[in-house]
């Protein structure tokens, strides 16, 4: 014991001495280290909080659909305002990019989704969404109110920052790709990391999740019409089937996955829908099918739609129909899947680390969900993590997409916290390893 004593002495002696000789370094890490607990602090003050959930709750009253997102929009535009934030707008039909900062190099961007779901809610509270048949029953509402946040308490603490901070509000991320039109309106060309985050309702409040490499699938959508003879339900060999030629279909695109994929892909086809016929006496003239697709390397998920549009062609053919389908490229774009950096993961654990607790920050496996943020990681370096809601003496929460979801505004200043940390303390520690090719460099955006 006492030998080991000796040693932590000679130890705390050492490090004496190092803080001696490095008096700056080490009470500039110091400072790094301490602002995700401040940012914390500050943004969980009533003044902070009651503006974020009263901005949650208003944009959860009225939801709008992807691409419809303007009354959204124009409240988002409306705070930026009364902050002497600017920002570009229109982007991308509804989005909105607004910048706090220099102006100048490096840039770093925190991102959040406006759009709601078509779906009624079902939870009866004071703010219930006022439009019949649209709810925001993924969060968004939280994620503009913890990005608006963010920008809040980097604007206060504007002595930390360097360089510019980029707050993208975007469209359309259930389905539309809004993140696409984003990186095609080139407002992003010379940030040098992105930052996204989503609530997650399994996990403690206060506890965060991510991983480094791929973390959630890429997608994509397809529906098919198998067409056929309708007649008599009691002389099929007047009729061509389509109902049966559509279960043969259905039957042989599971082989897709169980004969043909790699099993390490882990790739998912699901036939989600099936409409087909009325009467108990009538073989119907066409049948419907559609769903989804997953894989977590974009050259399965090319390989997957190649496939799905063969197997259903040639499936319909089998049984005398027509089978045509259609991917909805221009409306679903095919969804890349969610890659994250391996230094922004780094990053994130040191920053989430510093604020919560290095045991509060969790590894997760990768999951079959998706997000349209892998639309600016094939651009950008990026970063997406979910962020726990959990408490369970408020009582169990529903899964995203269930018209039961609710969010525990506690994770609110969490949230804001995390993105304004992530963002200020990237711009002081890390752009100054990444070079740009000369082209791609410009001095402002
Ligand atoms: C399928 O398409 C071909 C060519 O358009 C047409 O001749 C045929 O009647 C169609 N068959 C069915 C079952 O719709
Ligand atoms: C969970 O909710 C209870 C009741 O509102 C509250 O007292 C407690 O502080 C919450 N826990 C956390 C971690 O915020």
Redesign the pocket.
Known sequence: MASLRWVSWIMIAHLFVLTFVYPDSSSDSNKLKEIPKKFLQFAKEPELFDWMVGIRRRIHENPELGYEEFETSKLIRTELDKLGISYKYPVANTGVIGYIGSGQPPFVAIRADMDALAMQELVEWEHKSKVPGKMHACGHDAHVAMVLGAAKIIQKHSEELKGTVVLVFQPAEEGGGGAKKIIEAGVLDNVNAIFGLHVAHYIPLGEVAGRPGPMLAGSGAFEAVI???GGHAAIPQHS?D?IVAASNVIVSLQHLVSREADPLDSPVVTVAKFQGGGALNVIPDSVAIGGTFRAFLKSSLIQLKQRIKEVITGQAAVH???GTVDFFEIEIPLFPPTVNDNELHEHFQNVAGDMLGIDKVKDMKPVMGSEDFSFYQEMIPGYFFFLGMNNETLGQLDSAHSPYFRINEDALPYGAALHASLATRYLLELPSQVTFPDEKRHDEL
Do not use: L, S
Request: hydrophobic share 10%; glycine share 12%; aromatic share 0%.
């Open positions: 067409r056929g003879k061509i389509p005398r129909c027509n």
